[in-house]
């Protein structure tokens, strides 16, 4: 480790830094109070301070030393004589880690470094394995997809739990980014789910007990809220005759949206999503085109609630749901729903076919 020591008195500053040496740490030293502020900003791993310094005292180099960007967590100890409470206190207060009383025995130092660092070591360390855990999570198969998310949400709880009184600010916001992110996608394949679930049950259940009508302007509705969450407006063409199908707007918005996104998630920024309603004899057919991977013909013909496509593989938050959804709800209508390849064999064309009111 790299240790800054700042203590004014010769002796007492070479025994520690012999000491620290003999140890295999790196000393940087310095003997008032403004040299050690400065010498902060070379990144010390720790910095141990005298109490009664020259220029000014260890309180004001420990406020010097927080509003440094290098110095906000590193952790900070006080070397000092005076060590009664409402010294501690004080200290405490300005966010030092440690108290040691002069005069103190090697053993002293090295117990309370070693305390510092393991400390400091974990938590840095576990929100640090939590990330990469949940970078590797989005490559995860489906069966993972419904319980992954919750893990990085446990996870962070219980470092913010048992870090409650020593988390450092930035530390803090990581981990609650990582709640929230974990939370959100928890939330989004729940809501999948339910409307999967809800759909299955709206199949089996007699035609008059369903809402019937739906306006075509339905799926401006659902490629719109699609585009907008893909912030891919620009890329989004709709070329819909008007029409009135019999399914519930409701889901037929959510099945467009749902095939909509996927065709943003698999194509870049730039590529064109085309979705496109006609009249064809008593049936509305619905098109949705984009210029994506596409999938293979043995992919297409397999797919449903729970299979995973190479399709789904190569996306960001996994779980094929979407196109079952979309199937549900035109099965849900009396309607059905097909794939077919893009043309000149590029991205993949979702086919919607609806009888019409
Ligand atoms: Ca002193």
Not at 269 to 282: K, N, W
């Amino acid at each position: 480790m790299k240790i800054l020591i700042i203590e004014d008195e010769l002796a007492i500053r070479e025994t520690l830094q012999d000491m620290l040496e003999l140890n295999g740490h790196t000393v940087i030293a310095a003997a008032d109070g403004p040299t050690g502020a400065a010498r902060a900003a070379e990144g010390p791993d720790l910095i141990l301070c005298d109490i009664g310094l020259p220029g000014f005292d260890g309180y004001q180099v420990l406020t010097a030393v927080r509003q440094l960007p290098e110095g906000r967590e590193v952790p900070f100890i006080f070397l000092t004589a005076r060590a009664d409470r409402s010294d501690q206190r004080r200290g405490m207060a300005l966010g030092a880690d440690d108290y040691i009383t002069k005069p103190f025995t090697q053993r002293d130092i090295l117990d309370a470094i070693a305390a510092r660092v393991q400390r400091q070591k974990p938590l840095r360390e576990r929100v640090e394995q939590l990330l990469v855990e949940r970078r590797s999570e989005v490559s995860a198969n489906w069966s993972h997809e419904l319980m992954t998310p919750l893990n990085g949400v446990l996870g962070g709880l219980e470092l913010i739990e048992s870090e409650a009184d020593t988390i450092q600010p930035g530390e803090l916001k990581q981990l609650l980014a990582l709640i929230r992110g974990g939370a959100e996608r928890q939330h989004t394949l729940s809501r999948k789910l339910v409307l999967y679930f809800e759909l299955e049950q709206a199949k089996a259940a007699p035609p008059l007990a369903r809402p019937l009508r739906c306006d075509m302007t339905a799926i401006m509705t659902g490629a719109n809220r699609a585009a907008e969450a893909a912030k891919r407006t620009a890329d989004l063409t709709v070329r819909c005759d008007p029409g009135v199908v019999l399914l519930a707007e409701a889901y037929l918005v959510s099945a467009i949206a749902e095939v909509v996104g996927n065709a943003f998630r698999f194509s870049t920024p730039g590529q064109p999503v085309v979705v496109t309603g006609a009249h064809r004899g008593a049936r509305y057919m619905i098109e949705i085109s984009d210029q994506g991977p596409g999938m293979t013909a043995e992919e297409r013909a397999g797919f449903g609630a729970f299979v995973q496509f190479g399709r789904v593989h190569r996306e960001q938050q996994g779980l094929g749901l979407g196109l079952a959804i979309a199937r549900s709800a035109a099965e849900s209508g009396g309607g059905g729903l097909s794939l077919a390849e893009g043309a000149g064999g590029r991205g993949l064309r979702v086919i919607f076919d609806l009888p019409t009111a």
